[in-house]
Structures are given as C-alpha cells and as structure tokens.
C-alpha cells in the first residue's frame, strides 16, 4: 500500500501532516492515551475552554519542530562552513533520517506524563523520576520501538532528542544537541512555542500569543561571537530579536495570569492530596503497563467515588474537587509587606496554622528560575552578536514567583478578619 499523506486540522497549526508510515505511532497506545490527559490539569474548573489535552499538543510539537528543521537546514540559511560541516546536505538519506526521527521525538517527548500532566509528578513519582523517564522507557519499549524500526529510524536517537542529556542518561553530539534544543529550548524550542499558543487559545485568553511564525522563520544554526571557541548553536537573524523576547514576555504573562491564577493551583493541592491517599502506597506505578492503563479518565472516575462515600480514603479531597469547595485564598506575597519582613508570607502561614489548625491551612509556594537567555544573533553586516548584548529583555530575562496562603472556606471570613486584626503584630512591624 502507497504511503500516503494524512492531514489532521489543528486550531494552532492549521493542517498538521504526516505519513502512513508516521500514523502508526499516533494509533499507538502509548500516543492514544495522551487523548486522556489534560494539557492543564484542573485548570478547566476556572477557564471552561481549557479541556485541551497531550495529544493535540504532541502532533503540534511535531509540526513546529518540522517547520523550525526545514528552516535551519535550508542552504540559504547556512552562513558559515562550521555550520555547513554539521548540517546532513538537504534530501540526502541523512537529511531526512533526522528529520525523521526529529518528528518522532516531538511527538512522543510526553508520552510519559502522568495523569493531569504536572500537576502532582514531583510528590508522587519515586524520588529522582520524572515523566521524561518514562517517556524515554516508552520510547524504547515493545509498544513504540518496533514502529521506529519500521520507520528505518533507532529508538534511541529518537529518545535523545525526545527527553535530552539530562533525563537520557547520556550525552549528545553537537547536531543532537541542537536537534534537542528544537524541541525543548527555553527561547526556540517547539514545545514552548506550542503550549503557549495552545494553552493561550483554549484558555479563552490572549497572553500567551507571540508571532511564532517569524521567530521561525530567523532562526539559523550559528557560531558564537568568537568562532574559533564554541560550537554551533540555535540562534536567529537580527529580525526575529523583538519575536523573541515576546515569547518570554508571554511564557511570563501566562504564568502571572493563567498557570498561578490561585483557584487553579489550590486545585492542584487538593488533586496532590488526594491522589496521595488514593494510590497505592501514595505513588503513581512506573511499570509502562500499569503507565499505559492510567489516565485522567480512572482519576475523575475515582474522585467521583471517593466523593460519595465519607468511608473512602481521599473522601475529604475529593469532596473539595466535586463539589467545588476548595481551600480559599487568604493571603498572599505583597511588595508592601516584603518591605516589612521578607519572610511575610511564611511568618502568616505558621501564625494560620497555629491559629485554625494544621488541616485548615495550605502554602503554596513557587518560584521560577532566573537567567539570561544567551544565544548568537546574525546581524545585518555578517557579523554575530550575543543576544544579551542587543536585548536588556534577554540579558536579565523576566522571571516569575508565586507565595499564597489557603484556608479552610469554612474559616474564610473568621481567617480574613483575624488576619486584618493581627498582621501587623504576626509580621513584627
């Protein structure tokens, strides 16, 4: 049978394609099961749009990153014999055998995450595992390798770029790390590009939109400044700078906005807890079987039950979940109070807790990482200039915390009032 061409319609995206031979992994029950995993958890319960899921964003991954490899490999975007000895020469068996297993690798680098995605991976995966192990596991197992081989692509190549140095264990040539960096990079990668968009857009809001179109189209393989000491990286033209920095602004924006909104994080609380007491011995299963055979799907089905039955474990979670009775937000981290102590929110939480009980009160905590992001920029006269020299955006990068302290709705209004009768005093000022 002819490998034909299929195309799926994507709101992001507009026409996604891929081949017969591709589609394969998509029916695959690793892939599949992605339909059953929220992109955003909860988050629904606040923005009723966002009830998007892994699939979708996966086979979006995939076409960005597709996009992002035709642009950088095309003969008059390579600008320098450093680069040229590292690109595979366009539509010879190398050039499209990592084209190739770049798509693979976009569009399996979730196949590992857990149900309702981030939600609770940190506290309920054994110490030192994230879903990218998993992924990597699925990656080279029974289920999606003998596609791979199909496909005249290694599962392990494609489990490089899928999931990084970092979680495959192993380091990567120069060209597999830049291949990686298409797919997960901070400033360039496909996965951001795609989440911010897709997350933007179901969520009914407009933070997280950017131009991604020209940022993809100036993106080039580059030196450094100095060419003679370090290799190649991603980098783009001088005309994609201002893109760039509006993909931090939104990645920023959607945080502050969107992903810390305080409704949906107590959500995650109440999810974590109860999925704590839920699971056996309070962890998720790494067996890829038991993996594959838990969804968002059995949760929901779970937490409706535990919600009926006070009898239950997880019975007061899942109540909140139902319900809607969650945790109230009481307090939260504020410039005027830093100035007074810098540890307001902390000293308020223990003073809470002591106060209403342990059981009425939740932290939540988080702060982001800061940095520059540094990466080569093809000016207009040939030269190369680092981003963090043209950009003040790029040389401090914007970054991002959230500190907010939860009661019991039960206390809401005693706790308000409390706190406005005693926070001067709890914060010694």
């Known amino acids: 049978m002819a490998n034909r061409i299929h195309e799926i319609r994507d709101p992001i995206h507009g026409f996604i394609k891929l081949d017969s031979e591709e589609r394969k992994v998509v029916n695959s029950r690793p892939f599949q ?14 923005y009723p749009g966002a009830t998007h899921r ?18 950088v490999t095309d003969p008059e975007n390579i600008y320098h014999d450093c680069v040229r000895e590292l690109i595979p020469r366009k539509n010879e068996l190398e050039w499209g055998y990592w084209r190739r297993v770049l798509r693979m690798a976009a569009l399996c680098h979730d196949v590992g995450h857990l149900p309702f995605s981030h939600a609770a991976e940190k506290e309920l995966l054994p110490k030192g595992i994230r879903h990218e192990h998993l992924s990597k596991l699925h990656i080279l197992g029974d289920h999606l390798k003998p ?14 770029l899928a999931v990084g140095p970092k979680y495959y264990g192993s380091g990567l040539s120069v060209w597999e790390s830049i291949l990686y960096e298409m797919i997960g990079g901070n400033v360039f990668g496909a996965d951001r590009i795609d ?10 809001v407009s933070y997280g939109r950017f131009d991604h179109m020209r940022l993809i189209e100036t993106m080039r393989i580059l030196p450094r400044e100095d060419l003679e000491s370090e290799e190649p990286e991603l980098g783009i033209t001088l005309g994609g700078l201002q893109t760039a920095e509006s993909l931090l602004w939104a990645r920023y924006f959607m945080y502050t906005q969107l992903y810390f909104h305080p409704v949906r ?9 109860f999925l704590g007491e839920w699971l056996n011995e309070g962890q998720f299963s790494i067996k890829l079987e038991e993996h594959l055979g838990m969804t968002d799907n059995e949760v929901l089905a779970a937490v409706l039950q535990v919600a009926g039955d006070q009898s239950l474990r997880g019975h007061e979670q899942a109540r909140r979940i139902v319900d809607r009775q969650h945790f109230r937000l009481l307090y939260e981290s504020s410039p005027l109070d830093l100035v007074l102590n810098l540890k307001s929110v902390e000293l308020v ?20 990482e800061g940095g520059s992001e540094d990466f080569p920029v093809y000016l207009r006269d040939g030269n190369i200039a680092s981003s963090v020299k043209l950009s003040e ?3 401090q990068g914007p970054s991002f915390s959230v500190d907010y302290v939860f009661v019991d709705p039960e206390s809401k209004e005693k706790a308000k009032m ?5 926070k001067v005093k709890i914060l010694g000022a």
């Open 418 to 422: 409390w706190l406005g009768e005693n």
């Open 265 to 273: 994080r107590i959500y995650d609380i109440h999810l974590k807890e």
């Open 54 to 71: 892994r699939f979708e964003h996966s086979l979006g991954v995939m076409d960005a990153a597709t996009r992002i490899y035709d642009v």
């Open 195 to 204: 989440y911010l968009l897709r997350d933007s857009f179901h969520s009914g």
């Open 147 to 160: 596609l791979f081989a199909e496909l005249k692509i290694q599962a392990e190549d494609v489990a490089k």
């Open 393 to 395: 955006t790029l040389r």
């Open 349 to 368: 939480y223990e003073a809470a807790r002591l106060e209403f009980g342990d059981g009425a009160v939740r932290h939540d905590p988080y702060e982001s």
């Open 33 to 46: 099961r992605l339909r059953y995993i929220h992109q955003l958890a909860m988050t629904y319960l606040v």
